[in-house]
């Protein structure tokens, strides 16, 4: 690949796109007219599509600082006669392996504990060498230390349209053996990790269509499915190789045959029969489908009466005080923990973020974070930072700027850079009213219209909202005791209940010395969209554990387990029992 030093460049723009001639090519080309050389200047790169040369601009920008490796990949350009025939084992040629620069090694493999033979795949941004991941024959890996976390071939797609995304580097070498060369690799497999998307996102954001060619294994899907989730799925189409993967059908060869069987993602608006063909024999064959619901055994029966499902609009409401955004809160957590999804919250009431930081805290681990409660020790500083390393990739707080004040058009644009940055399933909006509407029409006409972009954007991007919307001010009955409001009574507009897939209420009564009644909490199932979601109108009693803010089913015991952990780990201590014969026991 070649590259176009930037400086000799005469431009006529300095933001935006912008088209030049080539000084790579224009002293070869017949047509001295086309201006071949497409310039990005706002993310400071370039593309001949004649030549295909680079040219990048230097960084002027403060960024993370990540450690190179050497710059000398080009003393391991020889390949052993072994490793040349390994690779056509494989059918990748000599051809392939030159123009990937492909080198062989001798490096320490921690998991071998020793130094050995290794291939070594170079990953380059522009014509720096940004990161080395060595292969052993015993197919263990390491990579260079403290690099940046960039796609493999990230070079190939500057400036494309289409861009076909694999699961290991063998498989971009494959598809380049069919004529693709426009494919880049995760660098950690099967792993979705945030970082590679942040720092690769000016390559991909004008990408018009993604072709996921991951492995054809359970992995596999589930990381096309977080894939397309981060790119939007109205970008995306899958390739369903006949084996496992790209080199897999290489080697059988078919793979020609293969990245030609194109599913789509379900997201265009206008489908046939054919289009949802499998689905509807998985219907047949599966029965009814499965619901979202927090699986331990706290929420008792709450699972039979109330669930979500991907695409969900979930509104939530109650009387102030009585607890609607700390159920909400614990409720995302273990739907977090229990389906590995990625949650952002956009929570105004609950700033200075740092201080929301610490509610989350609690309830992660049952305990209060400022002190000992009711006999239960305070958050220790070592769980703070296991809470820090489970969360990171799994919780996320948003807010504006310092001065801005949010719009929906700034929320929306939010979360659709957090879907790419993080793949974020689930969306908390607390609360409905601390977004400014904007726009022509009545006060009414523009909370309907918000509603039906916060729906439509939930089925289009296959993301769960829990929009908690305060009510009106509700009317006491007879004892004096405020009711319990329904969807209809939230504050606005009747369209919270119309509009809405699912709705609950969290509702509290207080304790009264004079019955001996205890506080406790109800939740109200308000609407399920499907029947097989729950039952309207059922309801759950719920006791508040005090330390931490965890509610839980009334008939069960306060929950004692810690969220960064598997269940298989821990076990919940049921707080013992005063009987009779304890009572009686003179001390």
């Known amino acids: 690949m070649e590259f176009i030093n930037w400086e000799i460049l005469e431009f006529k723009k300095q933001s935006g796109k912008e088209k030049l001639r080539c000084p790579n090519c224009d002293a070869r080309r017949s047509d001295k007219k086309d201006k071949s050389l497409l310039i990005n200047h706002n993310d400071g790169y370039g593309k001949c599509f004649y030549c295909e040369a680079l040219t990048f601009r230097d960084k002027n920008e403060v960024e993370k600082e990540y450690i190179l490796p050497k710059q000398d990949w080009r003393n391991f350009t020889k390949l052993s006669d072994k490793l040349v025939k390994w690779f056509e084992g494989r059918k990748i040629h000599q051809n392939t392996l030159n123009n990937f620069n492909i080198t062989e090694e001798k490096h320490y493999q921690p998991q071998l ?17 940004i990161n080395k991941k060595y292969r052993s024959a015993h197919k263990k890996f390491t990579q260079s230390a403290g690099t940046k976390n960039i796609f493999y071939n990230i070079n190939s797609i500057i400036n494309e349209k289409e861009c076909y995304i694999v699961e290991g580097e063998i498989d971009v070498l494959s598809l380049y053996e069919v004529g693709i060369k426009n494919a880049i690799s995760v660098p950690n497999g099967a792993n979705d990790t945030d970082d590679v998307w942040k720092n690769c996102e000016k390559y ?3 990408i018009e269509l993604f072709y996921i060619a991951t492995d054809n294994d359970a992995k596999g899907n589930e990381v096309s499915e977080k894939i397309a989730q981060r790119l939007g799925r109205w970008r995306c189409k899958r390739i369903i190789f006949n084996g496992k993967d790209a080199n897999d059908d290489l080697i059988n060869g078919n793979l020609k045959e293969s990245i030609k069987n194109i599913k789509k993602y379900p997201v265009n608006g206008t489908y046939t029969m054919n289009d949802m063909y499998d689905d509807v024999l998985e219907l047949y064959d599966s ?9 331990h055994h706290c929420f008792g029966n709450l699972k039979n009466i109330f669930s979500v499902m991907i695409g969900h609009l979930v509104t939530v409401t109650g009387i102030p005080s009585h607890g609607k955004s700390a159920f909400t809160e614990w409720y995302v957590m273990n739907l977090v923990k229990d389906y590995d999804f990625k949650a952002s919250f956009f929570s105004p009431e609950h700033l200075p973020l740092k201080m929301h930081q610490t509610t989350f805290i609690e309830k992660a681990f049952g305990k209060n974070f400022w002190r000992e409660v009711d006999n239960t020790p305070r958050i220790s500083k070592d769980e703070i930072k296991r809470w820090d390393e ?6 996320y707080l948003t807010t504006p700027e310092k001065g801005d004040f949010p719009t929906w058009d700034w929320l929306f644009d ?9 793949g974020i399933n689930i969306f908390i909006i607390d609360a409905f009213n601390k977004v400014q509407l904007q726009g022509n029409g009545s006060h009414k006409e523009k909370i309907d219209n918000i509603l039906s972009k916060l729906t439509m954007f939930a089925q289009m991007n296959n993301v769960i909202i829990f929009l908690v919307a305060h009510p009106t001010k509700m009317s006491k009955n007879e004892h004096g005791i405020y009711s319990a409001p329904s969807l ?6 009747a369209d919270f209940r119309n509009q809405t897939h699912d709705g609950f209420c969290i509702y509290r009564t207080f304790s009264n010395p004079e019955t001996g009644q205890d506080d406790y909490n109800t939740f109200i199932n308000l609407k399920t969209k499907l029947s097989f979601q729950g039952k309207i109108g059922d309801k759950v009693d719920l006791k508040y554990h005090l330390p931490s803010g965890r509610m839980y089913d009334i008939n069960q015991y306060a929950p004692t387990f810690d969220i960064t952990k598997n269940y298989e780990e821990q076990r919940d201590i049921k707080p013992v029992e005063p009987t009779e014969v304890f009572d009686e026991l003179a001390f």
């Open 113 to 129: 504990k020793k130094e050995v033979n290794n291939v070594v795949f170079n990953y380059f941004e522009g014509e720096t060498l």
């Open 204 to 206: 991909l954001k004008d």
């Open 287 to 295: 029965g009814i489908p499965k619901t979202i619901y927090p699986k």
């Open 390 to 395: 489970w969360s990171s990739e799994k919780i």
């Open 414 to 422: 939010k979360f659709k850079e957090q879907m790419f940055n993080f």
């Open 488 to 493: 209809y009574d939230v504050s606005g507009s």
